[in-house]
Every structure is written in C-alpha cells, then in structure tokens.
C-alpha cells in the first residue's frame, strides 16, 4: 500500500518536472532584456524607446518580455549600430 503522503509528494514532483520542461520549450529561442543590452551594448531604457518606436521586434508571453535574438540581429537598428 502507498502512502498518501509520499503520494502527494511524487506527484507534487511531476507536476513540478512538468511546468519547468513547458516553460524552456516555450521560452526557447527567445532572450530576455538584459541579455538584449548585452548583446546590443545599449541600456534597458534604450531598448525599450525601440521597442515603443517599433524599431526592435519583442514578443510577450504572459506578463514576461522577450526577445527572438534572430529577429534582433537582422533588425534595422541593430544594422545602423554595426555598420
């Protein structure tokens, strides 16, 4: 016979294992603003002037902000800062 307890706890664990694998593969592919500063060597605020500008491709899962870095390389901006 099962304990309840270790029940509980096993598929407290599953559950767990479950929402971290869905959160990477939705997230994949995508970075987040401080890797974009980094990237770009601009401040946050900078980033988000382009972003409102619509000069800068962002994407918002949720209430999360994030940034396809495919998009931001072959964006217009990024093309005026490296070449």
Same mark, same amino acid.
């Given at each position: 016979?099962? $304990?309840? $307890? $270790?029940?509980?706890?096993?598929?407290? /664990? %599953?559950? %767990?294992?479950?929402?971290?694998?869905?959160?990477? /593969?939705?997230? /994949?592919?995508?970075?987040?603003? $401080?890797? &974009?500063?980094? =990237? =770009?060597?601009?401040?946050?605020? %900078?980033? !988000? =002037?382009?972003?409102?500008?619509?000069?800068?491709?962002? !994407?918002?899962?949720?209430?999360?902000?994030?940034?396809?870095?495919?998009? &931001?390389?072959?964006?217009?901006?990024?093309?005026?800062?490296?070449?």
């Amino acid at each position: 016979m099962v $304990d309840v $307890d $270790d029940l509980r706890k096993v598929i407290k /664990e %599953t559950i %767990t294992q479950c929402i971290v694998q869905k959160e990477s /593969e939705t997230y /994949e592919g995508f970075i987040k603003i $401080d890797e &974009v500063c980094k =990237l =770009l060597q601009v401040s946050k605020p %900078t980033i !988000h =002037l382009w972003k409102k500008q619509g000069k800068l491709p962002f !994407h918002k899962i949720g209430k999360k902000l994030f940034f396809k870095k495919s998009e &931001v390389l072959s964006s217009p901006i990024v093309s005026k800062i490296v070449g």
